[in-house]
């Protein structure tokens, strides 16, 4: 079985790989792009692909379903930190090809996943589950409000630098700078640059002049 793996983390790709190497009879692996992805699937689209979707450099479900229909025997596993309940409702909804995993699930179900999707199965980890049915208010949507810090950095995601380049500028560590970018995402509800982008080109606080598409 051919597995593709689609992150950026070291320690991740270090956690995933030991597991690979822990089974039999799998071939992995990395992918550092989409362009590198797509080649990849182009040659055998019999694959499991793992995938950071927060960090990767797809720009919304949209992308990701055309991927979908276009390498049918595609398996996916989103395995992210955190994830939009509307983003994973529309991809569960639009095929049984994608599975969705926590990065803070334990490692009996990312072993458990990770045998699903083998076999051609979809697998919900338990906490996103949860996430899901979990009745939504009535009514109420809670008002975005990002500091004077995350406003700032957002501006800076939005005219295309990396976490490294904004803690560089600002004088701060990369891990300072990565937190404010996760609380970022989870207060606008978004799953990666591009989709907080729009957020800040809708929302005025990039001129679209400085953005570049």
């Known amino acids: 079985m051919k597995i593709l ?10 956690g995933i790989a030991w597991l690979i190497h822990s089974e039999e009879g799998y071939d ?6 989409k362009a590198e992805l797509i080649e990849a699937l182009k040659s055998d689209d019999d694959t499991v692909v ?3 979707y927060t960090l990767f450099d797809l720009n919304d479900a949209d992308e ?5 229909e276009r390498f049918p025997h595609t ?3 989103l395995f992210s930190e955190d994830l939009s309940l509307d ?6 909804a639009s095929s049984t090809q994608f599975s969705i995993l926590l990065k803070e699930c334990p490692m009996a179900e990312i072993r458990e996943a990770f045998n699903f999707a083998v076999k051609k199965r979809r697998y919900i980890c338990q906490r996103m589950t949860e996430m899901l049915l979990k009745p939504e208010p009535k009514e109420e949507q809670e008002q975005i409000h990002l500091t004077k810090t995350e406003t ?16 560089e500028k600002r004088i701060s560590s990369f891990h300072t700078v990565n937190t404010h970018r996760k609380n970022i995402f989870r207060k606008l509800g978004v799953n990666n640059a591009h989709e907080a982008t729009k957020y800040a080109l809708r929302a005025g606080l990039v001129d679209s002049a400085e953005y570049y598409i």
């Open 5 to 14: 793996l689609a992150d950026r983390q070291d320690i991740t790709r270090a």
């Open 28 to 33: 992995y692996r990395y992918v550092e792009d």
């Open 87 to 92: 983003f994973v409702r529309r991809l569960i």
């Open 75 to 77: 398996r996916w596993i």
């Open 152 to 167: 700032e950095i957002l501006k800076d995601i939005a005219l295309g630098m990396t976490t490294k380049e904004i803690a």
């Open 50 to 52: 793992i995938l950071d």
């Open 64 to 68: 990701l379903l055309i991927l979908e």
